[in-house]
């Protein structure tokens, strides 16, 4: 994911006919800290609600999500990086079935600088992801819930080696 820009600040952002989305960014602390936050979400019910079947105007659909990110240059050869995502989805086929899944996950990441040919990257990952399907109504009524958590901590190292430049 990109930084926030440490200069200025910005919005953007855009409204459709199932779905809206808006992004700002910009400087916490000019030139040494960023934020950047991205929203999307639908609300395309009303779509469905045009179709003249019965079963596709009880049906639902809809998602929305959320990152945000946050950039702190320590110094000239540390940066930190706080990230979050979340993010919600949800289908329903009138009273007959349907189905909503979900994540959520947080990361910090540093990224150093040992010199101009030697770096390293640290990322601590946790997460969590959840869905589940359902059929609402009737004798074969049920939910079935699932999900994940996970925990991650990763380690990278970067060595660029010196160019030697061949006779001709």
Do not use: C
Request: hydrophobic content about 40%; cysteine-free.
């Amino acid at each position: 994911a990109r930084p926030g820009n440490y200069d200025k600040f910005s919005v953007k952002g855009g409204i459709g006919i199932i779905s809206s989305r808006l992004v700002a960014e910009g400087p916490i602390k000019k030139g040494k800290t960023s934020f950047l936050a991205g929203f999307r979400a639908s609300y395309s019910d009303w779509m469905l609600n045009l179709v003249q079947q019965p079963e596709i105007q009880e049906s639902s659909v809809s998602f929305h999500d959320v990152n945000l990110i946050l950039n702190h240059k320590v110094n000239l050869d540390n940066i930190l990086t706080l990230s979050y995502y979340r993010s919600n989805d949800f289908f329903r086929y009138a009273e007959e079935f349907g189905f909503q899944y979900g994540t959520n996950v947080g990361s910090l990441k540093w990224y150093h600088i040992f010199s101009n040919r030697f770096s390293s990257s640290t990322f601590v990952v946790a997460g969590d992801y959840k869905s589940t399907s359902f059929v609402p109504d009737g004798p074969l009524a049920f939910n079935l819930d699932n999900g994940i958590r996970y925990y991650q901590f990763k380690q990278d190292f970067f060595f660029v080696p010196p160019m030697r430049i061949m006779p001709a």
